[in-house]
């Protein structure tokens, strides 16, 4: 290989699918997800509809974790191996989860034993599909034959014109994993609160407070048509989490043409 050669590699939290992957040569390391005893790997041997399946019918609350630093340093030297000569990898906001401090462990150590290769490790601050279109996107102009740093300069610009708008109809599960207190969740469910949430500065952040599900999908869309106005190229998914049909009606939004894709199952 010729040593401007890139890898793009991120986990399966970027919700990039395996004909995507395959068209942009991108390389994925799945989560963990530990439910029942078991531990899985994320979109290998569990899908997310399984997991949204236990979560509702058990009170069993499945776990995630990030690739460890013994996957991280297995496929990096792999890669290393096979010829490259930089690999980037795009990890979730490093605020919602370990695999940007456990990518960076790896990268440090092999950054030392092989100075003429380089691992980067880049935060995309977001979560799910627009971490999986900063990927693609990443990719294709590795394709294109862009050099190292004009990749990184590019994801460096273009994740801070990327975001998520989404919520959730019960609190149920955010308080049985832990995100919210039992004050909360007995107060939000007394009064009918919905929030509907985004992603600032790598963070879970409420953009407002609703009361009762009514009219949630038109709040939503309302919101982000405030966000993407001047906007003149939009990328754009509905994600959704075992709720097809309030996809589809999100999906059917005039304004924008999108994909309908299930959230992965360990955001």
């Given at each position: 290989?010729?040593?401007?050669?890139?890898?793009?590699?991120?986990?399966?939290?970027?919700?990039?699918?395996?004909?995507?992957?395959?068209?942009?040569?991108?390389?994925?390391?799945?989560?963990?997800?530990?439910?029942?005893?078991?531990?899985?790997?994320?979109?290998?041997?569990?899908?997310?509809?399984?997991?949204?399946?236990?979560?509702?019918?058990?009170?069993?609350?499945?776990?995630?974790?990030?690739?460890?630093?013994?996957?991280?340093?297995?496929?990096?030297?792999?890669?290393?191996?096979?010829?490259?000569?930089?690999?980037?990898?795009?990890?979730?906001?490093?605020?919602?989860?370990?695999?940007?401090?456990?990518?960076?462990?790896?990268?440090?150590?092999?950054?030392?034993?092989?100075?003429?290769?380089?691992?980067?490790?880049?935060?995309s601050t977001v979560i799910a599909s627009p971490q999986g279109f900063l990927a693609m996107g990443a990719a294709q102009r590795i394709k294109r034959g862009n050099p190292?740093?004009?990749?990184?300069?590019?994801?460096?610009?273009?994740?801070?014109?990327?975001?998520?708008?989404?919520?959730?109809?019960?609190?149920?599960?955010?308080?049985?994993g832990g995100r919210i207190g039992k004050a909360s969740h007995f107060l939000g469910s007394l009064l009918d609160i919905i929030p509907i949430l985004s992603i600032k500065?790598?963070?879970?952040?409420?953009?407002?407070?609703?009361?009762?599900?009514?009219?949630?999908?038109?709040?939503?869309?309302?919101?982000?048509?405030?966000?993407?106005?001047?906007?003149?190229?939009?990328?754009?998914?509905?994600?959704?989490?075992?709720?097809?049909?309030?996809a589809a009606a999100l999906q059917r939004f005039p304004a924008w043409h999108s994909r309908k894709r299930e959230f992965r199952s360990v955001i």
């Amino acid at each position: 290989m010729q040593e401007d050669s890139i890898a793009l590699v991120t986990g399966s939290s970027a919700q990039v699918s395996v004909s995507q992957r395959m068209e942009n040569g991108i390389e994925v390391l799945p989560f963990t997800i530990q439910m029942n005893g078991k531990v899985y790997s994320d979109g290998v041997d569990i899908e997310p509809c399984e997991v949204y399946k236990v979560m509702r019918t058990s009170a069993a609350v499945p776990t995630t974790a990030p690739p460890s630093i013994g996957v991280f340093y297995q496929k990096f030297v792999e890669l290393f191996d096979r010829g490259f000569h930089h690999i980037i990898y795009l990890t979730i906001s490093r605020k919602l989860s370990g695999e940007y401090s456990n990518a960076c462990s790896v990268a440090d150590s092999l950054n030392e034993t092989y100075p003429d290769r380089k691992v980067h490790v880049v935060d995309s601050t977001v979560i799910a599909s627009p971490q999986g279109f900063l990927a693609m996107g990443a990719a294709q102009r590795i394709k294109r034959g862009n050099p190292v740093t004009e990749v990184l300069q590019w994801l460096e610009r273009t994740k801070e014109r990327s975001g998520i708008v989404g919520s959730v109809e019960s609190l149920d599960f955010l308080a049985k994993g832990g995100r919210i207190g039992k004050a909360s969740h007995f107060l939000g469910s007394l009064l009918d609160i919905i929030p509907i949430l985004s992603i600032k500065e790598g963070e879970v952040s409420p953009l407002c407070i609703k009361r009762g599900a009514k009219g949630l999908c038109n709040s939503i869309l309302k919101i982000v048509q405030e966000i993407i106005q001047g906007y003149k190229k939009l990328t754009i998914t509905v994600m959704h989490t075992d709720a097809p049909e309030k996809a589809a009606a999100l999906q059917r939004f005039p304004a924008w043409h999108s994909r309908k894709r299930e959230f992965r199952s360990v955001i």
